[in-house]
């Protein structure tokens, strides 16, 4: 069995998300609106356009709440790495998705989390730190998978790698706004 706890080097940010870019807040307020009340921690969903298009489902390894688009993109996500590598599926929980609140550190942006557009990914129960140079091989694995269905990498971001977190890209959230009903 792989070690997917093992701490690698992050890559070089020009050898990830090619051709996709992070949905900066003033992105995601024009297309889907404010979703809530900007807080520190979890509120509720106030955007009634938003409640209508979430969705809570079981996307194989565990359940999430998020908007619907992102909710079956994780689906497809999943069951390409259950086909592919099913120990590191077996592996993966979530330590996050749909979470109304300002990103950490900041009074001023929502989080990508509050549109239910944004996960955080654990290897069973270890958590990848927040501005850290390394990554859990098993998240680094996972990357492909979410990249090819149009989820930009947290560790691409410039001033604080997330590893642990992946969101719909702008690219892709520019494609799903319109379908919302």
Not at 141 to 151: D, E, S, V
Not at 162 to 178: C, G, Q, S
């Amino acid at each position: 069995m792989a070690n997917f706890h093992e701490m690698v080097p992050i890559p070089a940010r020009t050898d990830m998300n090619t051709g996709l870019s992070a949905a900066l807040p003033s992105t995601m307020k024009k297309l889907l609106g404010i979703p809530g009340r900007l807080t520190r921690d979890c509120s509720e969903i106030t955007n009634e356009k938003l409640k209508r298009n979430m969705a809570s489902a079981n996307v194989g390894p565990f359940r999430v709440t998020g908007l619907t688009p992102a909710v079956d993109s994780l689906t497809q996500v999943f069951a390409e790495v259950k086909t592919a590598i099913p120990e590191l599926h077996a592996a993966i929980k979530s330590a996050g998705m749909f979470c109304c609140r300002a990103v950490r550190g900041s009074t001023s942006n929502f989080s990508n989390h509050s549109w239910g557009t944004a996960i955080d990914l654990q290897i069973e129960s270890e958590l990848d730190e927040l501005g850290s140079k390394v990554v859990q091989r098993g998240i680094l694995l996972l990357y492909p998978f979410f990249h090819k269905h149009g989820w930009f990498w947290g560790a691409g971001y410039s001033t604080r790698p997330d590893p642990m977190h992946f969101e719909l890209a702008a690219e892709t959230i520019r494609k799903i706004a319109p379908t919302l009903k």
